[in-house]
């Protein structure tokens, strides 16, 4: 793992640019351009959000930002470093949509086998398997086979695999895909738990709801382009709109202006909030991607 003290809090954890990838058709004369032109920036410490349909160029990016697949032109840097050097991954967890796992190993022999491949020596392996599994609840679960794990279960695991060697990025590609909603609020708890601890946390996801509730900024890539990003706040506000929130006031006051509610706040009435109104994320998306996904 990176020294995160040798890191100015200034340099970005997740920086890419211009990032553009196009994988050829096999048989055909032919390319398709899976990202293109794709600039973004995540710093340390903050849950970014990447948002958007089915073959958007979600995946890819991911993959390029982790240095699985190398970018047709662009950059990709993680706390500095090109995602292309090994070094840079060494401050990387990573939890795939679908992570594969040795279904006849324990919940704790897992943890242990990744602790392994880590480096971790065997107490530190002992302890960290420990801790992480309290972290994801499944210290009940730390003897029981992975071939009896739920969905859920499963995707806890993952990520608690994910964090066996303290890192200080954590790249989640739809973490709580096919878990049921408790499971998906335990994933999302989670989530939170990270971004308390200081972890920058990157994550893709199509259950949008869950995307508003825990990220600080949201990106939106359709087409393979990023067509909005920035905080969430400022994405789901709509701008020529002007919400008053009474408290206490009788139903003849709701056609009042909030000069004459000010005047009546000896009768109890409160203007507890006036400002523009939100949109929720959900419709954001539909609406700058045309509405017309599945996804």
Not at 75 to 95: M, P, Q, Y
Not at 131 to 142: P, Q, S, T, W
Not at 204 to 214: D, G, M
Request: glycine share 12%.
């Amino acid at each position: 793992m990176a020294d995160i003290e040798q890191i100015p809090p200034t340099v970005p954890a997740v920086e890419i640019e211009g990032l553009t990838k196009v994988f050829p058709v096999p048989f055909r004369r032919e390319k398709v351009v899976a990202v293109r032109d794709l600039n973004l920036r995540v710093m340390p410490g903050e849950v970014y959000g990447l948002i958007g349909p089915n073959g958007s160029g979600k995946s890819t990016t991911m993959k390029v930002l982790l240095g699985l697949i190398s970018a047709t032109s662009g950059a990709a840097r993680i706390f500095g470093r090109d995602s292309g050097e090994t070094a840079s991954r060494g401050s990387v967890g990573f939890l795939p949509e679908n992570p594969y796992f040795y279904k006849y190993l324990t919940g704790g022999e897992t943890l242990a086998f990744y602790g392994k491949l880590c480096g971790l020596r065997r107490r530190e392996i002992r302890e960290r398997t420990t801790e992480l599994l309290e972290l994801v609840g499944l210290e009940d679960a730390r003897h029981r086979r992975l071939g009896g794990y739920s969905k859920g279960m499963l995707q806890r695991i993952g990520l608690a695999q994910a964090l066996v060697g303290d890192p200080e990025l954590v790249v989640l590609d739809e973490p709580t895909a096919g878990v049921d909603p408790s499971g998906s609020r335990k994933i999302r708890d989670l989530v939170f738990e990270l971004k308390r601890r200081g972890i920058t946390v990157v994550l893709s996801s199509h259950l949008l709801e869950q995307v508003q509730e825990v990220c600080d900024r949201v990106g939106i890539i359709f087409e393979g382009e990023l067509v909005r990003e920035g905080a969430l706040e400022d994405l789901i506000e709509i701008e020529d709109q002007t919400e008053i929130v009474l408290e206490g006031a009788p139903p003849d006051l709701l056609d009042e202006i909030a000069a004459l509610a000010r005047a009546r706040a000896g009768e109890g009435v409160k203007l507890l909030r006036s400002g523009r109104p939100r949109t929720t994320l959900e419709r954001l998306f539909l609406r700058e991607t045309g509405g017309g996904s599945e996804d």
